[in-house]
């Protein structure tokens, strides 16, 4: 299994709703087996805002949602104008 975990922080006061509504939908369409995401509690100071755990059953699986044209989009139009640094790991499990 093919674990994804990318960490995103946002800018201060940024609307990153539509974004998450967004994102929410990949699962209905594309091979992911199991998929969470969640802001940060606010518990430690200098975390990230955000974070998405996705995993895959193969590497095929996850290059099909790393390259998907939707998953793009949304992160070009609805995450990049607002993120000031977006972190990313793929580990197997």
Not at 1 to 21: E, N, Q
Not at 24 to 44: C, F, K, M, S, V
Not at 61 to 74: A, G, L, M, S, V
Request: proline share 6%; hydrophobic share 40%; glycine share 6%.
């Amino acid at each position: 299994m093919i674990r994804h975990v990318s960490l995103l922080t946002f800018k201060d006061g940024a609307d990153y709703a539509p974004f998450v509504a967004a994102i929410a939908e990949l699962p209905t369409r594309l091979p992911i087996r199991n998929y969470q995401t969640g802001p940060d509690l606010g518990i430690n100071q200098g975390n990230a805002t955000f974070a998405v755990v996705a995993d895959f059953d193969t590497v095929d699986d996850y290059k099909k949602y790393r390259d998907d044209p939707e998953h793009q989009r949304i992160l070009k139009t609805l995450a990049g104008p607002l993120l000031e640094s977006r972190t990313v790991v793929q580990y197997e499990c």
